[in-house]
């Protein structure tokens, strides 16, 4: 696979789609929908995702996090197949492109779309790097959550016409909980590599049992959040589809309490990125039929 796609870590692209396309069907719903903004919303969402991995492959190869010990797919800073200064020069592309597809973005809805992108970048940024790479003291999970659930579900919401009503608040805690499940998949993967390392996320600091029963949460809890709201009104009746992802995650639940080998942990991350864009579509359906 080529080093650079490789290392925009294709499987947790979903996490940055999803937000997009529920933010964009509330707007459709409300009527305000508009096919240019959805574009350049979605291009600026992959490209800040893609930014953030970048930066994260960089990071852990820099901090020695991701060694021969490491059980998660092949990083390419850490094993040489890009150099350190290559892969500053793709992070500082990734999110020029974003901050370039901003400007229109910013035309369209004005300061606060200007205030979300400069601080998602630097959130971004200080995820695995600076002074406080907050990732590495188990605040990933809570940066996942508000960042690519609430800022980016609301957020597009906001794009289309200057508001963000209670409908997009509720679908954007239901996205930023099965986003936040990706990483804790990730994070009890690694948790041995990563404690070895001082790494200490949050699987590291809780234990790999607690973060397990952690990412069932997440992961169920995300239906729930969407039921709730139905029930009082918030969302429609037609949201309900989404419990037609529910199956979806018997798998990745049962695997993630029975094993502790790399490979299944693999691919219950990416099952569970799946299973995100598959929600995301069926509440989009919901709350468009409605």
Known sequence: MNPWVLASR???????????????????????????????????????????????????????????????????????LLSAADMKRGIMIAFGVAAIAGVYLIWLAGWVILAIGIISIIAALAYTNGPIPYGYYGLGELFVFVFFGLVATVGTRYVYDRTAPADAWVSAIAMGLLAAAILVANNVRDSDTDRVAGKRTLAVMVGREPARWLYAVMVLGSFTVVAAAVRVGVLPTWSLLTLLALPLTVRPIRTIFAETAGPPLIRVLKVTARLQLVFAALLAAGVLIA
């Open 10 to 80: 294709p499987a947790t692209l979903p996490a940055a789609a999803a937000p997009v396309i529920v933010g964009s069907a509330l707007a459709g719903a409300a009527g305000v929908f508009r096919w240019d903004a959805f574009v350049i919303i979605l291009f600026s969402a992959l490209a800040i995702q893609v930014g953030v991995n970048f930066a994260n492959d960089l990071a852990d190869a820099q901090k020695g996090t991701d060694t021969e010990a490491r059980i998660g797919p092949t990083r390419a800073v850490a094993t040489g």
